[in-house]
T-cell receptor, first 116, second 110 residues
Framework: GAVVSQHPSRVICKSGTSVKIECRSLDFQATTMFWYRQFPKQSLMLMATSNEGSKATYEQGVEKDKFLINHASLTLSTLTVTSAHPEDSSFYICSARVDPASYEQYFGPGTRLTVT | AQRVTQPEKLLSVFKGAPVELKCNYS??????LFWYVQYSRQRLQLLLR??SRESIKGFTADLNKGETSFHLKKPFAQEEDSAMYYC????????????FGQGTILTVHP
């Protein structure tokens, strides 16, 4: 099946610094990837839709200047949390659509971000 | 606007008992509906989708457009079914983004 990887799996950074999270589709090309945020034992909140070669589409309430998304190739999307603060600490998950004819998404394992 | 509601945050049953996880949705068109499962310390994975009309791990879900529901059912729960279950909807807009319900934590006791 389709495999989505994320790197790093865990990251700790100091307040005020930026951190980049990578999302890769390993055995398929993904024209569309999605970035979610998940709080403990809560649902996934869609942050943005990332499309290869174009600007990301952000959900209402998500700061595009704080959460920079780049989808440079058909197998890689990156999320950069700029000037991170402790409230940005969370579990970030990416997903990718495999089949343009289906809305099924495959999910990465997630990245635990801790801002100290 | 599309919305998914899972009314039960927690659901506990004993092994061998039937289980039903409720999901109701709000969408004006014809949605595509999914159930995703997240086992402890694992990634979210697709359990089933309504257009496939298949049974995975003994689970089934029927789309009821009249009641706007997509409840997940299994006649005999197993301990390994303990996990977080998410109902999700795609309305076919915005590159197929998914709207997730709040999730239901299912615990199957021995």
């Amino acid at each position: 099946g389709a495999v989505v990887s994320q790197h790093p799996s865990r990251v700790i950074c100091k307040s005020g610094t930026s951190v980049k999270i990578e999302c890769r589709s390993l055995d398929f090309q993904a024209t569309t990837m999605f970035w979610y945020r998940q709080f403990p034992k809560q649902s996934l909140m869609l942050m943005a839709t990332s499309n290869e070669g174009s600007k990301a589409t952000y959900e209402q309430g998500v700061e595009k200047d704080k959460f920079l998304i780049n989808h440079a190739s058909l197998t890689l999307s990156t999320l950069t949390v700029t000037s991170a603060h402790p409230e940005d600490s969370s579990f970030y998950i990416c997903s990718a659509r495999v089949d343009p004819a289906s809305y099924e998404q495959y999910f990465g394992p997630g990245t635990r971000l801790t801002v100290t | 606007a599309q919305r998914v509601t899972q009314p039960e945050k927690l659901l506990s049953v004993f092994k061998g008992a039937p289980v039903e996880l409720k999901c109701n949705y709000s969408y004006s068109g014809s949605p595509e509906l999914f159930w995703y499962v997240q086992y402890s310390r694992q990634r979210l994975q697709l359990l089933l989708r309504h257009i496939s009309r298949e049974s995975i791990k003994g689970f089934t879900a029927d789309l009821n457009k009249g009641e706007t529901s997509f409840h997940l059912k299994k006649p005999f729960a197993q301990e390994e079914d303990s996990a977080m279950y998410y109902c999700a909807l795609s309305g076919g807009t915005s590159y197929g983004k998914l709207t997730f319900g709040q999730g239901t934590i299912l615990t199957v006791h021995p």
